[in-house]
């Protein structure tokens, strides 16, 4: 079976703390995540599209 690389493993954390966070600090942790998380999931998502394999 194969594993999970390193970026796709790091998006799936922080997708996971941001819903985690929602439940504890409620929808002021959706815009901190969208105010500050905006350029790390662009970065992330430009990480996933250079290690993809054709």
Avoid at 33 to 49: E, K
């Amino acid at each position: 079976m194969d594993q999970i690389d390193t970026p796709t493993l790091f998006a799936v954390n922080l997708v996971l703390a941001l819903i985690l966070a929602t439940f504890i600090w409620g929808a002021s942790a959706l815009l901190v995540a969208a105010l500050a998380g905006t350029p790390i999931a662009l970065g992330t998502i430009v990480m996933l599209s250079l290690t993809a394999k054709a």
